[in-house]
């Protein structure tokens, strides 16, 4: 097998390190219908690297060799695969990264597409503007097993609300 350069930052047998997470998340997602072929995308921050899918792979055949790895702080390549273009979403990504997120995925499934557009409307209703909207969610069995958040300990329980930032997503 030949090397790239940044291979070191893909290449672990821990099945949580983001290059292989990614690739267990895409298959799941993949069968669960949350995303379809080769739409949206998926990103992990671990520590100072972003690991992002790349576009025009299938979700459900991911390998780990197939992510490119981005320095959060400079935003420059670490390491690019040969042949494949990074994911149209990185902006998307970047902006969730921005915010605090550990993680991002970009979906366009059926539920995914619906939410942000009762959410849109709703939020248009009440006069906030699209940067202020979130999808929110509480007292729901579903949301036990999402950590609090970044530096917090512990996950959510039934009474806690969950809110999702919903960033616009443009063709450019």
């Given amino acids: 097998m030949d090397s790239n350069p940044g291979d070191e ?12 997470l990614i690739c267990t998340l895409c298959r799941n997602f993949y ?16 520590g100072p690297h972003i ?3 790349p576009s025009g792979v299938q979700k459900e055949l991911m390998q780990p ?18 042949i494949l273009k990074p994911s149209a979403c990185t902006p998307l990504f970047l902006a969730a990264f ?9 979906t366009h499934s059926q ?6 557009l009762l959410v849109e409307r709703d939020g248009k209703g009440a006069g906030r503007s699209a940067k202020e909207q979130c999808f929110e969610i509480e007292q729901i069995e579903q949301i036990k097993g999402i950590p609090q958040g970044r530096g917090k300990p512990g996950m ?17």
């Fill in 9 to 20: 930052l893909i290449t672990s047998s821990d099945p949580q390190h983001a290059a292989n």
């Fill in 51 to 53: 690991f992002i899918a």
């Fill in 111 to 116: 539920w995914a597409v619906l939410v942000t």
């Fill in 156 to 172: 959510l329980g039934f009474f806690d609300k969950l809110s999702i930032p919903i960033i616009e997503n443009t063709a450019q």
């Fill in 31 to 46: 069968h669960l219908g949350w995303v379809t072929g080769t739409g949206g995308g998926t990103s992990i921050r671990q």
């Fill in 65 to 82: 060799t197939n992510m490119f790895v981005l320095d959060y702080a400079s935003r420059s390549y670490l390491r690019k695969p040969p």
């Fill in 98 to 106: 921005d915010r605090g997120a550990g993680c991002c995925i970009h």
